[in-house]
């Protein structure tokens, strides 16, 4: 097993839930500690309170990833001597670092909403509402024909060329490449100061954007090339589109019956319910966290009810006017990106030989108790 530092731990995060994935000025990524130290141990938490400190400092953890950013509106100054002040001095002294992945956690595939939707058992899922395209780009690369079918499979590994369920897509054609190998190079085919022409293949094929640099790297170890001729093209192609929310089917039942099996789902002791308890509920939207102002998306997208947190009174009379119906589990049922990204990290982490470990929070962050 590799032992790695902090950036490594986070390259591997942010390949998962890329940054350019957050809404914009959304407090996100390294808001305490550095992460050029060794990472041996990482601890998954919705929330950065001091008992999760305490948990972080007893179980021997370097590094926290967050959902909630600890540090989200101006800090006046950092003190213990209050609250907020005090979980930032204990971080720095016990060097704990934060990382805090807050709109583009809940946009990721896979991410808090993907985790929901999953939870709730939701069947044919959707984005609910788009906040991002992930633009299509074309690769051309010009191989010598001994080394195509190794290059192809290099970049189909990475990523390139999925098209549906289809994988590997790619297009070759064949042709002769002219090179002039000057003073200082090491050409692997032919010699120095002496114009070669070679057989070699164009391979095309396309891929997500945000796949641009893993199928670049892959492609680059492949190629034989020292001096790789390849032309990166931007397409007009409709990309994925990722964003906020889900939105799926499940069996037909009432809103009654819906709503216990969303407190069963997602592990709260009462939900509030906006609608008519006896309507029928099978096509579900769900957003995680504060999602009332997204009420009319799932009306639009013909949610039977809505799924989301922090609901206001006022929303709750919109939505309840406009005939939508609404279930509030609380804004603390995102905690199940505890676990769901402590495994995925894991998983991914293994796969690279990684040796760090990933433990979600015991801690029970929910400020509110049901009397
Ligand atoms: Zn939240």
């Known amino acids: 097993m590799k032992k790695v530092n902090g950036y490594e731990v986070i390259q591997v995060f942010e390949q998962f839930s890329p940054k350019s994935l957050a809404m914009e000025g959304d407090k996100i990524g390294l808001q305490v500690g550095s992460l050029n130290k060794p990472v041996t141990k990482v601890l998954v938490a919705l929330d950065v309170l001091e008992e999760v400190v305490d948990e972080a400092i007893e179980k021997g953890v370097q590094l926290i990833i967050a959902h909630h950013p600890p540090i989200y509106r101006p800090m006046g100054k950092i003190t213990p001597d209050n609250a907020s002040g005090r979980i930032i001095t204990k971080l720095i002294k016990h060097d704990i670092a934060v990382y805090a992945a807050h709109s583009n956690l809940d946009v990721a595939k896979g991410g808090v909403n993907d985790l929901l939707a999953e939870a709730l058992g939701l069947c044919k899922t959707k984005v609910l509402a788009p906040t991002y395209e992930d633009k299509v780009v074309k690769l051309a690369v010009y191989v010598p024909e001994a080394d195509a079918e190794k290059v192809r499979e290099a970049i189909g590994n990475a990523g390139a060329g999925a098209i549906g369920d289809y994988s590997h897509c790619t297009f070759s054609v064949n042709g002769t490449g002219r090179f002039l190998p000057g003073e200082a190079t090491n050409p692997h085919i032919g010699v120095q100061g002496r114009l070669e022409a070679v057989g070699e293949i164009r391979i095309e094929t396309i891929f997500p954007k945000s796949l641009e640099k893993q199928v670049l790297t892959a492609m680059l170890k492949a190629h034989p090339y020292e001096e790789v001729a390849y032309d990166l093209y931007p397409l007009e192609n409709k990309g994925e589109e990722l964003g906020l929310g889900r939105i799926g089917t499940v069996n037909e039942m009432s809103l009654r019956e819906f709503a216990e099996h969303v407190k069963q789902a997602l592990d709260v002791q009462t939900v509030r319910v906006v609608g008519n308890l006896e309507a029928k ?14 009420f009319p998306q799932a009306k639009f997208r013909g949610a039977d ?7 206001y009174y006022h929303t709750a009379h919109d939505a309840w006017l ?6 509030d589990p609380g804004h603390n049922v995102e905690k199940v ?3 769901g990204v402590a495994k995925i990290m894991k998983k991914r982490c293994e796969e690279k030989g990684f040796a760090v470990e990933f433990i979600s929070s015991e801690v029970h962050t929910d400020p509110f108790v049901f009397i």
Do not use: E, P
Request: aromatic residues 6%.
């Open 281 to 294: 509920v099978k096509k579900v939207a769900v957003l995680g966290g504060d999602g009332g102002k997204y």
């Open 305 to 311: 009810v809505y799924i989301t947190g922090d609901l």
């Open 322 to 327: 406009a005939g939508l119906n609404m279930i």
């Open 337 to 339: 990106m505890k676990s």
